[in-house]
């Protein structure tokens, strides 16, 4: 039989347990909690701290068992709302969804907000409207500061959570294949910041060309897109077509037959991932525009 004080202190360490895991069940803790016998004699029998011990142990273990389960959701973006959305209101589970922004971005129209034909907040959808009527989920707008597989917490900051599921669906980084001169002097587009950040530089650019129309004028208005994927060839689309349809209209004082479009691709086609005829129909299409 363990000593008084090794009951004690496995009861402490139980009780911390709880209370950081399982506060709810800690109004059943004090009820459990034996009383001494008296003012005289305060000491508490092993065999009633062993019961106690026990009766600890057998709560927690019934409660986790059938207890929901607790998911947690790092990134929301499409996968990570998929997912949120497939299990709201799910009876079985608890989902806490953080990221680090209190919207949902739509990725495919980042083009169009960069080419300043769409506002961001055209393609921005606050989290918490989406999931008002949910009952299962909270949202934390954090950036998670570490990750415990180990003992199953995520932290963001000096909060920390306890998870029995992990979904990490943070997306991924604009891949420069090591060569730092385009990491260094490019725009990467993978959030509407960066969408805002093209537009608002191109727009930047077109201006300083017409207060200072010099031998940089053809400078300000060319641009280089490297990557020739389903978002090179939008960019590029979509330019060559302002090239003669609204740009000149806009901005009349400047002569956009200067302006040269660049498209850049390391593999021999564009849209490399897709069927052939795809490939050829977009590079095509893009030489007709000009």
Do not use: W
Not at 20 to 45: G, Y
Not at 61 to 75: E, L, S, V
């Amino acid at each position: 039989m363990k000593t008084e004080q090794e009951l004690n202190k496995e009861i402490l360490q139980t009780t911390l347990d709880i209370q950081e895991n399982h506060p709810e069940l800690l109004p059943f803790v004090d009820e459990m909690t034996p009383s001494t016998p008296s003012d005289e004699n305060p000491a508490i029998e092993n065999s009633n701290l062993a019961a106690f011990n026990d009766s600890l142990h057998s709560m927690v273990d019934q409660y986790t068992k059938h207890a929901k389960k607790h998911i947690i959701i790092i990134g929301a973006g499409f996968a990570g709302l998929k997912l949120a959305r497939e299990l709201n209101n799910h009876p079985n589970y608890t989902i806490t969804l953080i990221d680090k922004n209190n919207y949902h971005q739509f990725q495919p129209l980042f083009y169009q907000v960069a080419m300043a034909q769409l506002d961001a907040s055209n393609i921005s959808f606050p989290l918490r409207s989406i999931f008002q009527k949910s009952k299962n989920l909270s949202i934390r707008v954090a950036t998670v500061t570490n990750v415990n597989t180990v003992n199953n917490t995520v932290a963001i900051g000096v909060l920390s959570f306890n998870y029995d599921y992990l979904v990490i669906a943070t997306g991924a980084v604009t891949n420069y294949f090591g060569n730092e001169a385009i990491a260094s002097h490019s725009f990467s587009m993978k959030s509407t910041f960066d969408a805002l950040e093209i537009r608002n530089s191109l727009l930047q650019h077109f201006e300083d060309a017409i207060t200072h129309q010099h031998a940089s004028t053809k400078r300000n208005l060319s641009i280089v897109i490297v990557g020739g994927g389903p978002t090179g060839v939008e960019l590029s689309g979509t330019l060559a077509e302002m090239k003669t349809d609204s740009l000149p209209l806009e901005y009349p004082e400047l002569n956009f037959a200067q302006m040269d479009i660049f498209l850049l691709e390391g593999s021999p086609k564009l849209l490399a991932a897709m069927r052939p005829a795809s490939s050829s129909t977009a590079k095509t299409y893009l030489e007709d525009l000009g």
